[in-house]
């Protein structure tokens, strides 16, 4: 067995022990597949882990830029209960339709409004209508513009307000500062989302690897403070 066989080995174990992933995000997994989306979705065990992350902050209401079938929208969608919203940012209207049949079709397309067109376009659109604050944002749309849609983020948020970046190792590629790769420009927004984490006196984060069917890859979660150190003397 390859290591990717192994980790996809062990997810399909710990699925079947410890995360029991609910049959209507089974459901909208495999309907995302059968219409010829790209099969790039979470895992279940990180779908789980944020709808987990979400009901634990409170959160009401969520951000999420890359919709594609609508799979982690619906782990969302699932925690918000049936007060909250999910608002999620999707460029191709093909996407867009699949994911509303799934979150249709699993009972919460109530809660979530699915806005096409460039993430870039469509978050500016919800800043100048003083949209927000959200309670958590997932990134997780083109990589190259992960650092801006950090800073949209920033701009949608509250203190306490959790920020979540998947893909961010990328089989560690985010090494690879040459600028020359496949993916550069992926790799390029990644590092400058890291740097924007670490630096950011508002944004206080941790970044971790996984593994998975999907390969060697992770993701970057911060919480937006309140306030910048040094400021208040607070610390
Ligand atoms: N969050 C999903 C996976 C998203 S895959 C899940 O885990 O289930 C990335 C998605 O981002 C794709 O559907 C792609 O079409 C979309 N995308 C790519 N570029 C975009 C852009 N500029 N604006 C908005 N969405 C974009
Ligand atoms: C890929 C994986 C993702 O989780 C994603 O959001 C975008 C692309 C990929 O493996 O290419
Ligand atoms: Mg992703």
Known sequence: M??????SAVDDYLVETAIRPDAASDRTRAATHKAGLPPIEVPAGQGKLMGLIAELAGARSVLEFGTLGGYSTQWFAA???SGGTVTT???EPRHAEVARANLDAAGLGDRV???????LDTVRELIDSGAGPFDVVFIDADKANNANYLDAALKLSRPGTVI???NVVRGGRVLDDS????????????RAYL???GDDPRLDGTALQTVSGKGWD?????IVRDVEPGVTGAE
């Open 179 to 190: 600028g020359t790769g496949a993916d550069a420009a992926d790799v390029a927004g990644i």
């Open 164 to 166: 979540i970046g998947d």
């Open 195 to 197: 740097q924007r984490q």
């Open 89 to 91: 940012l999707e460029y």
């Open 113 to 119: 409004q699915i806005r096409v067109g460039a993430a």
């Open 218 to 222: 992770g993701f970057a979660l911060a």
């Open 79 to 81: 925690a918000v209960g």
């Open 2 to 7: 390859t290591s990717r066989e192994q980790w």
